[in-house]
């Protein structure tokens, strides 16, 4: 039996499967409305434009994108709260957040037009790994201003599934509603995820008995290791989701039965791929960082927005016959590197390691510290009953391994601290998983 047989194609996936020639048509007459309509509303946008002697006649090919300027995430701090909307206020029906670093959010704005795109966007993405309406869908995404929880109750709502609105937290809850409801397919971080199969473990219930078949997860970087884990320990398939709030929220993309890679909506949002030092755009194949514009946003368009996260556009078709390019899985963001003496570390290579050496859950966190102007790492992983061994000798041989692991990896050697269950806090939604504990203005 193939993996298609049990996936009806859905009309609303229709747009993922057109000709190249004719998706770059499409493309092309909604790249030049968007950056007409940011143009005329938006004093950011015109401003950088009559900077560079542009106008929304400059562009005469798909091509000529590359010649308008960059939008970074600063953009919408420096104009907080509304200042790139595109609309009036009487047509923005929806307002999101997404909380930043420094103190204030950034907002994003949807009008009617826009919420409709994006519920089709999200639900284009759930069809695509076989999601339909006999399913029924437990969202566990917090609710609220984050893009989240509205956004894959929206695709899944589209889409005629049950929706069981769960939002984040009350692990004991959703476990019960999960068991009681029959519930199909779940969504929420794939953090938060392994936390429920780890409190499903101490309840005595067995997820991999359950009607439950697939999870959408994304909202965080994981690596492929961390997807194995989740699929063996609650017998289900784990499909990758990807999206940002600038943009839209989740739904910008999505992996399919493949599990290779995840299919950009190409018709909604138009990926480049960039060196992050250079801004020079990238031939695909190469690694670098991913900038995207939105093709039909109303309320707030984007035009080339660089999103610090970093993958490639991976050119060679995909076995699931969509003509929408895949990006290889996120792993990293450009701004979650560590220098740690002249290496460059992503938290994402530890996780793979520690998942590599044991068949410990990878919950961990990272510290780091900076002493005498050197930074250090520290990599904190939790035991639970299972891998913890009851002598000193046994805990000692588990941290031997995980070490080597990292060293191997890395190449350099760091300091890990085995703790036993329950210690490092769990998170209901995205895991922090780098404590920076550094002073940097000590150099
Ligand atoms: O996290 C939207 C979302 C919600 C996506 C639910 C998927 C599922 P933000 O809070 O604005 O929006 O965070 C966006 O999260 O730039 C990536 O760094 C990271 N991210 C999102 N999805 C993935 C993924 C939502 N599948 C930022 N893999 C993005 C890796 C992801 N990183």
Redesign the pocket.
């Given at each position: 039996m193939s993996k298609y047989d049990n996936i009806p194609m859905n009309p609303i996936s229709a747009t993922d499967f057109l000709p190249r020639e004719q998706l770059r048509k499409l493309q092309f007459a909604r790249l030049k409305a968007t950056v007409k309509n940011a143009y005329d509303h938006v004093e950011l946008f015109r401003q950088r434009m009559e900077a560079r002697n542009l106008t929304p006649d400059s562009l005469q090919s798909l091509e000529d994108l590359q010649k308008l300027p960059f939008s970074v995430k600063n953009d919408l701090r420096d104009t907080y709260p509304f200042g790139l909307f595109a609309r009036p206020r009487q047509e923005i029906v929806r307002l999101h957040a997404?909380s930043g670093t420094t103190g204030k959010p950034i907002v994003v704005a949807y009008t009617r037009n826009d919420l409709n795109a994006w519920s089709e966007a999200a639900a284009r993405c759930l069809a695509s790994v076989g999601v339909t309406s006999a399913d029924i869908a437990q969202v566990s995404?917090g609710y609220g201003l984050?893009?989240?929880g509205l956004?894959?109750h929206g695709g899944f709502e589209r889409l005629g599934a049950m929706v069981v609105p769960a939002s984040g937290g009350n692990t004991e809850r959703q476990i019960m509603l999960m068991k009681d409801f029959g519930v199909t397919c779940i969504?929420c971080t794939p953090s938060y995820f392994l936390h429920l199969t780890e409190q499903a473990d101490k309840l005595g219930v067995d997820l991999r008995k359950l009607p439950l078949r697939l999870g959408i997860?994304?909202?965080?970087?994981?690596t492929p290791e961390m997807c194995r884990c989740i699929e063996e320990r609650a017998n289900i398939r784990a499909y990758?989701?990807?999206?940002?709030?600038?943009i839209v929220?989740?739904g910008v993309g999505c992996s399919c039965p493949e599990q290779v890679g995840?299919h950009i909506l190409e018709d909604l949002f138009y990926p480049e791929i960039i060196d992050p030092d250079t801004g020079e755009v990238l031939p695909d194949g190469s690694e670098g960082e991913l900038v995207l514009t939105t093709l039909s946003k109303e309320a707030m368009p984007m035009i080339r927005y660089r999103?610090?996260?970093i993958t490639s556009i991976i050119t060679e078709p995909c076995g699931c016959g969509r003509t929408i390019r895949r990006i290889s899985?996120?792993?990293h963001?450009s701004d979650d590197m560590f220098i740690i003496r002249g290496v460059n570390v992503f938290p994402s290579q530890i996780e793979a390691a520690i998942l590599s050496s044991e068949a410990a859950l990878p919950i961990y966190q990272i510290e780091l510290t900076r002493s005498h102007g050197l930074d250090n790492v520290t990599v904190n992983i939790e035991l639970n009953a299972a891998t913890m061994s009851d002598t000193v000798a046994g805990i000692e041989a588990v941290r031997s391994r995980i070490s080597h692991a990292i060293e191997k990896t890395l190449g350099i050697r760091v300091q890990l601290n085995v703790l036993p269950e329950n210690t490092i806090p769990r998170s209901e939604g995205?895991a922090k998983r780098v404590i920076d504990k550094r002073n940097l203005s000590e150099i």
């Open positions: 997404s995404y984050f893009t989240g956004g894959l969504a997860f994304g909202a965080e970087p994981w990758d989701i990807y999206g940002l709030s600038e929220g989740p995840l999103t610090r996260d899985k996120i792993e963001r995205k």
